[in-house]
Nanobody
Framework: QVQLVESGGGLVQPGGSLRLSCTASGSIFTFDVINWYRQAPGKQREMVTSMTSGGRTNYEDAVKGRFIISRDDAENTVYLQMSSLKPEDTAVYYC????????????WGKGTQVTVSS
């Protein structure tokens, strides 16, 4: 079955940028939607942004104008470009793929840590 692997996390200064990658072991179009979630200590896991297979996107209000989700079809990869990072963006970021139009899928990556600190 298709697996998702996140990469690109790390330590970045406030105001800095970071790009996360979510790569599918098969076609990224296996999924009807790719979601980025994040979870910080003491907080619930929250959806950050999502992109449907048709390219429709949505964003959490807290990241609008700062984060951009995009896709490279040839690389079977969805990216999360994170800019103007704030300490409150610190969290483990997870890639999640869901499918329902064909076989049902709800696939999660293992997460990548993003730490925003001076």
């Amino acid at each position: 079955q298709v697996q998702l692997v996140e990469s690109g996390g790390g330590l970045v200064q406030p105001g800095g940028s970071l790009r996360l990658s979510c790569t599918a072991s098969g076609s990224i179009f296996t999924f009807d939607v790719i979601n980025w979630y994040r979870q910080a200590p003491g907080k619930q896991r929250e959806m950050v942004t999502s992109m449907t297979s048709g390219g429709r996107t949505n964003y959490e209000d807290a990241v609008k104008g700062r984060f951009i989700i995009s896709r490279d079809d040839a690389e079977n990869t969805v990216y999360l470009q994170m800019s103007s990072l704030k300490p409150e963006d610190t969290a483990v970021y997870y890639c999640n793929g869901q499918a329902w139009s064909g076989r049902f899928l709800d696939t999660w990556g293992k997460g990548t840590q993003v730490t925003v600190s001076s």
